[in-house]
T-cell receptor
């Protein structure tokens, strides 16, 4: 069964460094999402992406964040200058158009 | 309280018993979904109920929705040890273009 994959599974970085989190959505899906979950807290929406542009973004998704679909398969989340509070589990999700979203296993980002 | 509050926060039952989890939300919704998350893993879609539906079944899962009370419940019948996980409700709110707003989650422990 097709699934969403994410790399790396765990990323450790120094504060102020740039990180790129990668996702490969399910191949025939059209809508892509990033969510994050700070340890012990709710899963929070960051951004949705459709037709090569951002559809919606949350207040969390400030100028330090960007998303890109550089080719037909990858979907990336870039954090330009990481802060301690960016430490979280980041989930990518995709859907063909229906409401149920298919989530990847997540990337655990630790900012030191 | 915030959108998507769930109770109980934690639930411990024995195998074979039924588990009921509740979710409340605040805004108008298109649909409500339940997801499962095993420890340190991604979210798996379980079941979706639309705003014009009151009850839905899928295997051992039964979900109800009361839009007048802005609440939903998830019932897992004849629970198994493998059902041990965190369960989250997520709403697709009206006018939000498919982003999901997650609840706080219920940690279910099923013991032998």
């Amino acid at each position: 069964e097709p699934e969403v994959t994410q790399t790396p599974s765990h990323q450790v970085t120094q504060m102020g460094q740039e990180v790129i989190l990668r996702c490969v959505p399910i191949s025939n899906h059209l809508y892509f999402y990033w969510y994050r979950q700070i340890l012990g807290q709710k899963v929070e929406f960051l951004v949705s992406f459709y037709n090569n542009e951002i559809s919606e973004k949350s207040e969390i998704f400030d100028d330090q964040f960007s998303v890109e679909r550089p080719d037909g398969s990858n979907f990336t989340l870039k954090i330009r200058s990481t802060k301690l509070e960016d430490s979280a589990m980041y989930f990518c999700a995709s859907t063909r158009g229906g409401p149920a979203q298919y989530f990847g296993p997540g990337t655990r980002l630790t900012v030191l | 309280s915030q959108q998507g509050e769930e109770d109980p926060q934690a639930l411990s039952i024995q195998e074979g018993e039924n588990a009921t989890m509740n979710c409340s939300y605040k805004t108008s919704i298109n649909n409500l979904q339940w997801y499962r998350q095993n420890s340190g893993r991604g979210l798996v879609h379980l079941i979706l109920i639309r705003s014009n539906e009151r009850e839905k079944h899928s295997g051992r899962l039964r979900v109800t929705l009361d839009t007048s009370k802005k609440s939903s419940s998830l019932l897992i019948t004849a629970s198994r040890a493998a059902d041990t996980a965190s369960y989250f409700c997520a709403t697709e709110n009206t006018g939000t273009a498919s982003k999901l707003t997650f609840g706080t989650g219920t940690r279910l422990q099923v013991t032998l």
